[in-house]
Nanobody, 127 residues
Framework: QVQLVESGGGLVQTGGSLRLSCAASGRTFSSAAMGWFRQAPGKEREFVAAVAAVSWRGSTLYYADFVKGRFTISRDNAKNTVSLQMNSLKPEDTAVYYC?????????????????WGQGIQVTVSS
């Protein structure tokens, strides 16, 4: 019902920046809460950031503590995209990053609330 495609990953040095984008199709993008999660080798998938559905509280943003002040999530409803600007990257940010969408709630940090997932995109930060 919803297709999500991530782009913008890659390899950067410590302290560098990357901008991830997620293109959505299939349902009304503005009705979905959007989130970013990541999964590093040997670890479980963890919450990174989320932005509320426009139909509820579009200005509401959630961030994991470990990315506050470094990462910024935003959405462009005209283009049906959500982005994650990542600055001051650290080696511990190395992971596969996933875009996710949910129509169940206006915003969520919980993995189980998200119904639709992208394939994931690799972000590698070298020291």
């Amino acid at each position: 019902q919803v297709q999500l495609v991530e782009s913008g990953g890659g390899l950067v040095q410590t302290g560098g920046s990357l901008r991830l984008s997620c293109a959505a199709s299939g349902r009304t993008f503005s009705s979905a809460a959007m989130g970013w999660f990541r999964q590093a080798p040997g670890k479980e998938r963890e919450f990174v950031a989320a932005v509320a559905a426009v139909s509820w509280r579009g200005s509401t943003l959630y961030y994991a503590d470990f990315v506050k002040g470094r990462f910024t999530i935003s959405r462009d409803n005209a283009k049906n995209t959500v982005s994650l600007q990542m600055n001051s990257l650290k080696p511990e940010d190395t992971a596969v990053y996933y875009c996710a969408a949910t129509f169940q709630t206006y915003i969520s940090r919980s993995r189980t609330d998200y119904d639709y997932w992208g394939q994931g995109i690799q972000v590698t930060v070298s020291s």
